[in-house]
């Protein structure tokens, strides 16, 4: 009876489903704290590359603050999964979170105490990276506990949207607080905000890893022994195959500098747009994310917006339009969110329990790594041949790479949710 008044609403539904807030509670508060406090994140990633620059006025050391942040996300990215599949998930995420909240108060008294050392800035920055590598896995982990896997896609459509509201709002309300009251007011947001993740790990049950009953169940997990449970998976490989297609090949980020003014003529102003559509694309993506949850071809639908992605970057490279631009943009960040919801849910859904942690341990260091790489990647194409050719050509190249993928690798697209096999 239930399932018959709720299949037309199910049909209809455009919004994002909010059924994983009401049904669960622990969910609901991990949700509502991580929304909060990746808001306070983002003001505070602001408020430091401001007083880099204040400090040292100098735009290199303010992308040393990137590379101080890199390093151990992939190191400790892959340690922490291992952890998070060894220790109860709950403990891990309030021991990480409880240290990112000592390293705001950390920001607080130094900008009280007038103590302006670029190092001490470097330190909090790779320790809070330290602290966000150990947390992700552990809190990513938990999800697949706390809620059935049919709500898993609502859940990842309503992360994204935690993450790109951080990414917009994160900045901007730092901004204001930067320039009406200093960088003391920035830091302080963070730290209070951050008390509200802290209680909504307090509030979580224990969340020990299930054991398999197979004797190679490990005893104490390791890295090691995630790569090799990957390494025997394609499909589950395939998920991070594709995302790297379009972040190293296809990733813009570093050529808006250069198009802003070579293609339309504005300043940095319109930089600020070129980086804002594709995030303000993915907050959309999620907020209108009610469909993703009939979806069923997971892996299917994973290339589809790997290529839409790949496509509207491509498209990007040929319009002198700015408008026409920040569409584009915007339409590739739509996809982006569209294809993270299902590769977060083969990942939380197709992987036992007691490796979900490593798993998401690489799923860090991959969305980590890759857009740097294709900063790289973009920025040299644009300067051995022209910003044109970096976004033409690596969205044509994404696009081509993710098609050679699928043939190489049919079982991808044939991937069911109703019928979730690693």
Not at 82 to 103: H, I, M, P, Q
Not at 208 to 237: N, Q, W, Y
Not at 262 to 272: F, M
């Amino acid at each position: 009876m239930t399932e018959t008044t709720e299949e037309p609403v199910h049909r209809t539904r455009i919004l994002a489903d909010l059924t994983p807030l009401r049904t669960s509670p622990d969910y609901r508060r991990l949700w509502f704290g991580n929304t909060v406090s990746w808001i306070g994140q983002g003001m505070t990633a602001l408020a430091v590359s401001l007083q880099v620059y204040d400090i040292t006025g100098s735009a290199f050391s303010v992308g040393l603050i990137g590379f101080c942040s890199f390093l151990p996300l992939v190191v400790f990215g892959l340690y922490g999964g291992a952890v998070a599949d060894t220790v109860d998930r709950r403990k891990l995420g309030l021991a990480s979170s409880s240290g990112s909240f000592v390293l705001a108060v950390a920001l607080v008294a130094a900008s009280v105490a007038g103590v302006e050392q670029l190092g001490l800035l470097y330190a909090v920055v790779a320790l809070q990276a330290v602290c966000f590598a150990l947390n992700s896995p552990a809190r990513s982990s938990m999800v697949a506990r706390l809620l059935p896997a049919e709500q898993l896609p609502a859940a990842n459509a309503l992360s994204s949207i935690t993450s790109t509201t951080g990414a917009l709002v994160g900045p901007m309300l730092g901004g204001l607080m930067v320039g009406w009251w200093g960088y003391r007011a920035a830091y302080t947001v963070d730290a209070v905000t951050f008390t509200a993740a802290l209680y909504a790990m307090w509030r979580l049950p224990s969340m020990l890893p299930e054991r398999g009953d197979d004797a190679g169940s490990e005893k104490r997990a390791s890295v090691v022994g995630g790569l090799r449970f990957l390494a025997a998976r394609p499909v589950l490989r395939m998920t991070f195959f594709t995302d790297l297609c379009a972040m190293v090949l296809a990733h813009p980020r570093a050529l808006f500098p250069v198009v802003a003014v070579v293609w339309y003529g504005g300043d940095a102003k319109t930089t600020g747009l070129l980086v804002a559509a594709p995030a303000l694309g993915a907050l959309l993506g999620g907020v209108f994310s009610g469909w993703l949850s009939r979806i069923r071809r997971h892996g299917l639908a994973v290339i589809a917006a790997v290529a839409c992605w790949g496509s509207a970057i491509a498209v990007f490279g040929l319009t002198r339009q700015l408008w026409l631009g920040l569409v584009l943009l915007a339409l590739a960040g739509c996809a982006d969110t569209v294809s993270m919801v299902f590769r977060n849910t083969m990942l939380q859904a197709a992987v036992p329990d007691e490796m979900r942690g490593r798993l998401q341990g690489v799923f860090i260091v991959v969305v980590a790594g890759g857009p740097r790489l294709g900063d790289f990647l973009a920025g040299s194409v644009a300067d051995l041949a022209s910003p044109t050719v970096a976004a033409t050509g690596g969205g044509i190249a994404c696009v081509v790479a993710v098609s050679l993928l699928a043939l190489k690798w049919r079982g991808f697209a044939r991937y069911d949710a109703r019928d979730a096999q690693p």
